[in-house]
């Protein structure tokens, strides 16, 4: 928008000291511009070509090595099974004392335990305790015949079953308890697994006989408490009924 002033108001306000703006009065000037500086022409390198890769070989194919199987050392037989005679694990108890539920006498069979002392050790005190439990420590005529490997060939193959007899036939057992599978096996002359010879009633020479798991196993397993509990529960109602030795 223009303003449209006459002389005298243009005087008055230049009396005033206001400066009048015309658009027109004050026209740009001209901004040079620096000229714009051109890069030489830098030639493009040549990028080479790459050479082709060499043809990849397929990979020999290996014949595969037998494996080496170890000589057997000169001299090295299996461990042989000899059975100690029965010893009383408690001989200081009165026979006035023994609950009659008990039968005339027991004989264990067990592997794994010391034979200066089997009630000795974490394996033997277990042991100890599940015969406390039954109360077979009020009983003098409770004995345990040891299973112990025997290094060496010499060893005679019979000698198990030979002790075993003699044992028999001079404690006359109620019940045989055959603890482990070593022991299950070496009396019984069977190769079933451990848990299939449980949980049942067996014969050797005509005396009851139950298997259970041996002290050792049940320190690894704990599980198995309950099934060798019933397994003792099931050789003292063997005992109890059996009929007294003449």
Known sequence: ????????????????GVTLWWPGAMAQEPVATPPTRVAPHQPVPTVAAHAAPAPVQAPQTMRPVPPV??????GRTPPARVL????????????????AALGASWLIVAESLPDADP???DAGRLLGNMLRALQ???????????????????TDAAAPNAVLAHALTSVKPSVLLLMGRA?????????????????????VAGVPAVITYDAPYL????????????????ARVLARSAPAAP
């Open 1 to 16: 928008m223009s303003l449209h002033l006459d002389p005298r108001q243009r005087a008055m306000l230049k009396e005033m």
């Open 69 to 74: 199987q170890p000589a057997p050392l000169p």
């Open 84 to 99: 100690l005679p029965p010893r009383a694990l408690f001989p200081g108890a009165d026979p006035q004392h023994t609950p």
């Open 119 to 121: 009630l000795e050790g």
């Open 136 to 154: 077979l420590h009020r009983h003098p005529q409770v004995f345990l015949c040891t299973l112990s490997a025997a290094h060496g060939s010499g």
């Open 183 to 203: 022991a299950a096996h070496a009396v019984l002359g069977r190769t079933e697994p451990l848990g299939q010879l449980r949980g049942q009633a067996h014969r």
């Open 219 to 234: 320190l690894r397993a704990p599980q198995a408490k309950p099934a060798a509990w019933a397994d003792l529960c099931l």
